[in-house]
């Protein structure tokens, strides 16, 4: 069973920044989109980012301007850059890869804490 390894979380100040990396366990063959979702406690989880096999982006308004995705599609791997970081910025954070023939796979998810 392939499985996604998240990276790259912390504890960090308000205004520094984090990359958060994705790694697949294993060959993942016709992704489709990379994502990346995060959890606040007592808060649904919520779509971060995403980037498709054409490379197209979406991000949530919430982090516009301030995060950016990047992909390897030879290498299955997957990164967040995370700038100008804010404590509401604070939670468990997912990636998540989609085949083209809708399978799913989800990473076990990396804590991200910033201190006001």
């Known amino acids: 069973q392939v499985q996604l390894v998240e990276s790259g979380g912390g504890l960090v100040q308000a205004g520094g920044s984090l990359r958060l990396s994705c790694a697949a366990s294993?060959?993942?063959?016709?992704?489709?989109?990379m994502q990346w979702y995060r959890q606040a406690p007592g808060k649904q989880r919520e779509l971060v980012a995403s980037?498709?096999?054409?490379?197209?982006?979406n991000y949530a308004d919430s982090v516009k301007g301030r995060f950016t995705i990047s992909r390897d599609s030879a290498k299955n791997t997957m990164s967040l850059q995370m700038n100008a970081l804010k404590p509401e910025d604070t939670a468990t954070y997912y990636c998540?890869?989609?085949?083209?023939?809708?399978?799913?796979?989800w990473g076990q998810g990396t804590q991200v804490t910033v201190s006001s």
């Open positions: 998540n890869f989609v085949t083209y023939s809708a399978d799913e796979y």
């Open positions: 980037i498709t096999s054409a490379v197209y982006t």
């Open positions: 294993g060959r993942i063959s016709s992704i489709y989109a």
